[in-house]
């Protein structure tokens, strides 16, 4: 089916910060899609266009909705919407550059998603499913949710250094009963924070994850492991960790004290104190992964640490999903895991291809929203579709985390036995 017409629009992120949404026409209907936005961003990151210069929060992107109107949206006419791979082809070739920085990554990461949803209804398929037959894998799965409990780093207002504690309940035997585990764990997290440190302690962050005023991850970590425990569920939930380390990552060094914005009282530890800090909790706590444990210019950590500890190191920052630099990851072994974010990358194909590189070293993958978020459910879709077995969407909490969520929920119902839960086989899924 012909695409008649694709139009942009600026929407709002539950930041508050504008960004972009695109609708693409055909003779099925409208197909929509919006464009998150990271905080803790890695440089390597394709373009985000914002209006004035270099990408920053509360900037407008009224230039990157022109480029969709006034760019893209012509010589889109007449692409067949199921055409994923050549669509997103003419919108590399339309903006020319390697990092999107002229049409902007959010103003064509906007129309490709949006084209993925009417190349579904063209084919009459479940989004997941079209994911799925353009990758070529056959097999859909439901990832294990990673939810964010306890918020840190540059999406918080706490001192705490390191950016996300999740857990991963992968003993459950479907999502469902996965979520209202976490819905009970989460509940019991509060109760805890609210008996030990009082009522502001339950404020949440950027992801929904609640925000005490605790500075050290064992602490962060035993509290966890306490609500797991009062909600019944010790064995069946493992962790996992996102110090988001680039955040703090300063002249070669790492500073835990970062947020105090106070030179005289820095927490500096080297990239061999912090390796250390990470093989004591991994020792004393269920923890799943490690994400971003090192900065991104710290290449040679990541190398060092991934092949001394038996655990699952994640590239976030590291790898931007970048194919390019995912490559350059699996020859060095940097690590062992690919967190995909389309925005970081700016087209589904592209998404895909850093995916399929992944999978094929034998890493695991983690599918993930970023910090600013619209109620888009397009990355639960992508996850199932990719089989990339986990999603993190932070918490049970704040609507624009729950609609990827709950759009799992309803993909398991409507795909009954076509789909099943990756459980506590979340690392290794094959495609075929
Ligand atoms: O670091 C991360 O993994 C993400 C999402 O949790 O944060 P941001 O979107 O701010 O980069
Ligand atoms: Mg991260």
């Known amino acids: 089916m012909a695409i008649c017409d694709v139009k942009g629009r600026v929407v709002y992120d539950s930041r508050g910060n504008p960004t972009v949404e695109a609708d693409v026409w055909t003779e099925r209907g409208r197909f929509r899609a919006s464009c998150p936005s990271g905080a803790s961003t890695g440089s390597r990151e394709a373009s985000e266009l914002r209006d004035g210069g270099p990408a920053w929060h509360g900037k407008g992107v009224t230039k990157a909705v022109e480029n969709i109107n006034n760019v893209i949206a012509p010589a889109l006419q007449g692409f067949d919407a199921a055409d994923q791979a050549d669509i997103d082809a003419k919108m590399k070739e339309l903006d020319g550059t390697s990092v999107k920085s002229n049409l902007g990554a959010n103003a064509i990461l906007a129309v490709s998603m949006a084209v993925c949803r009417a190349g579904a209804a063209e084919k009459n398929q479940h989004v997941s499913q079209h994911i799925a037959n353009l990758a070529g894998n056959a097999y859909l799965v439901l990832p294990v949710p990673c939810f964010n409990m306890i918020n840190g780093g540059v999406h918080s207002g706490n001192l705490l250094a390191f950016q996300e504690f999740m857990i991963l309940p992968v003993g459950a035997a479907s999502f469902k009963e996965a979520m209202q585990m976490a819905s009970e764990t989460y509940q019991s997290l509060k109760t805890i924070l609210l008996a030990k440190f009082g009522r502001n302690a339950v404020n949440v962050g950027d992801e929904g994850g609640f925000v005490p005023p605790i500075t050290e991850a064992q602490e962060a970590l035993e509290i966890l492991v306490a609500a797991i425990k009062d909600a019944g569920y010790e064995g069946k939930i493992e ?6 380390a680039s955040e703090f990552h300063i002249d070669g060094k790492y500073d835990l004290n970062f ?15 912090l390796s250390e800090l990470y093989e004591s909790v991994v020792d004393k706590f269920p923890i799943a992964f490690l994400e971003d444990p090192f900065g991104e210019e710290d290449w040679n950590a990541f190398v060092s640490f991934t092949a001394r500890v038996n655990i699952e190191v994640v590239g976030d920052d590291l790898l931007c999903t970048n194919p390019e630099i995912i490559s350059a990851a699996i020859k060095d072994k940097a690590v062992n ?8 990358i700016g087209t589904l194909t592209e998404a895909i291809e850093a995916v399929r590189l992944a999978k094929s070293a034998g890493w695991a993958v983690m599918a993930s929203h970023r910090s600013g978020e619209t109620t888009d459910d397009f990355i639960a879709e992508m996850s199932v579709g990719l089989a990339t077995g986990r999603l993190k969407s932070g918490a049970t909490c704040r609507g624009e985390r ?8 309803r993909i398991e119902e ?19």
């Open 239 to 244: 962790i996992g960790i996102d110090p988001a």
């Open 337 to 344: 895991s690919l967190l995909l974010k389309p925005n970081q």
């Open 259 to 273: 947020k105090r914005n106070d030179p005289t009282k820095s927490n500096w530890i080297s990239s061999a104190g």
């Open 402 to 409: 729950l609609a990827k969520y709950n759009q799992l929920l």
């Open 414 to 432: 409507e795909l009954g036995s076509a789909v099943r839960y990756a459980g506590k086989n979340h690392r290794f899924l094959a495609w075929s």
